[in-house]
C-alpha cells in the first residue's frame, strides 16, 4: 500500500505503517515522561485525520494545540524526514475544533444527569453501595415522574424531595436514608466546585459533532483542553468514559470498515482504572472489545502497560513503546511485562532495548494481514506537519472563531425540568396550606364572633348545645374543600353509634 493508503509511522529496518484497516483494534501509547508520547500522540492523530478519519484526544499538558498551526522547519527534524524518504511534505495544521469542560478555552461540552445516569455518576461522586442505591432510587423516580433531570440543581432537588417524603416512598423504592442523602448531596457540593456544575447541563454534546470532516474531506481532530480539568481527576477520567460509552451506545453497528470512523486517543488512562470497583473495570473491558464493531479505534496513553488491566490490555492489538526506566525492582518489573507483550525480534533483546531507546524512538508492533501482530521493531518515530508545542491564545482564538459549533454550544440552555417542577409543586403545596390555615382560623373566628353575640342577647337557646352550635358554625364553612375534609372527619367520630 502507499503512504496515503497506510499510515507512516516510522522507520525501522524498513518503513514500519498502521493499517488503518486495523485500527478499529486498538492500540497503546506507552513510555516514562519525555520519551516522546505526545509527540507521538501528535503525529497518529493527524495522520488520521489525513486519511478522513475524525479524532477525539485530550491535551493533558496544554502542548498538543500546536496541531491545529503548520510546523516549523529544524535541522533534526529535516534529517529524520530524509532518513524515511518524505519528500513531498508540508508544514500545515489540521481542521481543529477546540472543547473546554470550563468553556475557558474551547467550547463548553455539558451532558445532562439523566444521560450520565446513576452508575458513572456515583464513580463520580465515589459513593458507597447504599449512597449509589438512594441515587439509583432518585432516577427512577424522576422517571416515573416524568421529570427531567438535566443539571446539578435538578439531581439536588430530587434528593431532597426523597428525603422529605420517605415514609411516602419507602412501599415502591425502599428505604431512603436521611443521612445518606446528606452525604451525597456534600459530595455534589464537592463535584460543582470541581467544574461539574458547568459540566451538567445543556445544550448537551450531540457525537455526530464530534465524528465530522471539513470541506476537504479531512477528518476534524477534537482537542478537549484537560490541562485543569487533570487536576480533577476523578472527573476527567468520568467524562471520558461516559464519552466511550455514548459512542458504543449510540452508534450503529459496522464490523470492520476499511480505516475506522472515529478514533478516541485516552491519555494518562491509568486514571481510569484507579480505584476503580471490579465491576466498572468489567463494564470498561466489555465496551473497549465490543465498541471495534461500531467502527472506533481506542488509544490509550499511560507511562506503563501495568497501568492497565490485562483483560483491557489483551485488547490493545497495535503497540508503541516508548523507553522505560528500571531504576528499581518495580520499574524492572514493569519492563519485563512490557517487553512479554511483543512478538520477540531475534535481533535484539526487547527488554534491554526498552531501557535504551532515545527520546522519539519506540518499539512498534502492528496488526498485520488477518489481524496478527508484527515482529516488534526499533522505529524512528515520524514527527508531526503541525507544530510540536501550543498555539498561542490568538491562534487559538482564531481556530475557535472559525469552528462550525460556537453558535450551538457556546450559550447554556436551562430548560423546565425536576428543579423547576418539584418547586412549583411545593410552591403550590405551600399555598394550599396556608389557605386551609387561613379557612380554619376564620372558622373558628366566626365561631367565636358567633358565640359572643349569642351571649350578648341573653345567652344561648335550651336547644343550642354545644355540639349544635359548633356544628352550625363548621357546616357555613361547607364550601370550600378544607370546610368538607372537616365536616367528614368530625361527623365521623361525633355520630357513630
Known amino acids: 500500500m502507499s503512504d496515503q493508503e497506510e499510515i507512516l509511522l516510522g522507520l525501522g529496518e524498513k518503513k514500519v505503517y498502521l493499517n488503518p484497516?486495523?485500527?478499529?483494534?486498538?492500540?497503546?501509547?506507552?513510555?516514562?515522561t519525555g520519551t516522546g508520547k505526545t509527540v507521538t500522540l501528535q503525529m497518529m492523530a493527524e495522520s488520521f485525520s489525513r486519511i478522513g478519519v475524525p479524532v477525539f484526544l485530550a491535551d493533558v499538558k496544554?502542548?498538543?494545540?500546536?496541531?491545529?498551526?503548520?510546523?516549523?522547519?529544524?535541522?533534526?527534524?529535516?534529517?529524520?524526514?530524509?532518513?524515511?524518504?518524505?519528500?513531498?511534505?508540508r508544514w500545515e495544521g489540521n481542521p481543529t475544533v477546540f472543547w473546554d469542560l470550563y468553556g475557558k478555552k474551547g467550547h463548553p461540552i455539558r451532558a445532562t444527569v439523566s444521560d450520565m445516569g446513576p452508575t458513572l455518576l456515583a464513580r463520580l461522586l465515589d459513593l458507597n453501595e447504599t449512597q449509589e442505591g438512594?441515587?439509583?432510587?432518585?432516577?427512577?423516580?424522576a422517571d416515573d415522574e416524568g421529570m427531567l433531570l438535566l443539571d446539578m440543581k435538578d439531581l439536588r432537588t430530587m434528593l431532597q424531595h426523597i428525603a422529605d417524603h420517605a415514609k411516602e416512598?419507602?412501599?415502591?423504592?425502599?428505604n431512603v436514608s436521611a443521612a445518606s442523602v446528606g452525604a451525597i448531596q456534600r459530595r455534589l457540593l464537592v463535584i460543582e466546585r470541581e467544574g461539574g456544575k458547568k459540566f451538567f447541563g445543556e445544550p448537551m454534546l450531540e457525537l455526530a459533532d464530534l465524528m465530522s470532516t471539513n470541506a476537504q474531506g479531512r477528518g476534524r481532530i477534537n482537542v478537549l483542553a484537560a490541562d485543569t480539568l487533570i487536576q480533577s481527576p476523578r472527573l476527567y477520567s468520568t467524562f471520558l468514559l461516559w464519552l466511550l460509552s455514548e459512542l458504543f451506545e449510540n452508534l450503529p453497528e459496522v464490523g470492520d470498515p476499511d480505516k475506522p470512523k472515529f478514533v478516541f486517543f485516552f491519555d494518562e488512562a491509568h486514571?481510569?482504572?484507579?480505584d476503580a470497583p471490579k465491576a466498572l473495570v468489567q463494564k470498561i473491558e466489555q465496551v473497549v472489545r465490543l465498541i471495534r464493531s461500531k467502527g472506533v479505534g481506542v488509544f490509550f496513553i499511560t507511562q506503563s502497560p501495568s497501568d492497565l488491566p490485562d483483560t483491557?490490555?489483551?485488547?490493545?492489538?497495535?503497540?508503541?513503546?516508548?523507553?522505560l526506566r528500571a531504576f528499581t525492582p518495580r520499574d524492572q518489573k514493569h519492563v519485563r511485562a512490557a517487553a512479554d507483550t511483543f512478538r520477540p525480534n531475534p535481533k535484539f533483546e526487547t527488554r534491554e532495548a526498552i531501557t535504551q531507546m532515545g527520546v522519539g524512538e519506540a518499539l512498534v508492533s502492528v496488526l498485520q494481514s488477518k489481524g496478527t501482530p508484527s515482529i516488534v521493531q526499533k522505529t524512528l518515530i515520524k514527527p508531526p506537519f503541525s507544530r510540536i508545542g501550543p498555539a498561542n491564545p490568538g491562534e487559538r482564538k482564531a481556530v475557535q472563531g472559525d469552528s462550525p459549533y460556537g453558535h450551538k454550544y457556546d450559550e447554556a440552555v436551562d430548560r423546565q425540568s425536576a428543579h423547576e417542577m418539584l418547586t412549583q409543586r411545593a410552591e403550590q403545596a405551600a399555598v394550599e396550606a396556608?389557605?386551609?390555615a387561613n379557612e380554619k382560623a376564620?372558622?373558628?373566628?366566626?365561631?367565636?364572633?358567633?358565640?359572643?353575640?349569642?351571649?350578648?342577647?341573653?345567652?344561648?337557646?335550651?336547644?343550642?348545645?354545644?355540639?349544635?352550635a359548633f356544628l352550625k358554625s363548621v357546616t357555613r364553612s361547607i364550601g370550600s374543600q378544607v370546610g368538607r375534609k372537616l365536616i367528614r372527619g368530625i361527623l365521623g367520630s361525633l355520630f357513630k353509634g
Do not use: C, W
Not at 484497516?21 to 516514562?32: P, V
Not at 416512598?169 to 425502599?174: D, F, P, Q, T, V
Not at 353575640?453 to 344561648?460: D, P
Open 21 to 32: 484497516k486495523y485500527a478499529n483494534r486498538h492500540g497503546l501509547i506507552a513510555g516514562a
Open 62 to 89: 496544554g502542548d498538543v494545540s500546536g496541531i491545529s498551526q503548520p510546523g516549523n522547519t529544524h535541522p533534526k527534524v529535516e534529517e529524520r524526514f530524509k532518513m524515511m524518504q518524505i519528500e513531498d511534505y
Open 134 to 141: 438512594i441515587l439509583t432510587i432518585a432516577f427512577a423516580l
Open 169 to 174: 416512598l419507602k412501599a415502591e423504592y425502599g
Open 271 to 274: 486514571l481510569l482504572f484507579n
Open 312 to 323: 483491557v490490555l489483551a485488547q490493545l492489538g497495535n503497540r508503541v513503546q516508548h523507553a
Open 434 to 436: 396556608e389557605r386551609a
Open 442 to 468: 376564620a372558622a373558628k373566628e366566626l365561631a367565636k364572633k358567633e358565640a359572643a353575640a349569642r351571649r350578648k342577647k341573653g345567652g344561648s337557646r335550651r336547644g343550642d348545645s354545644v355540639s349544635d
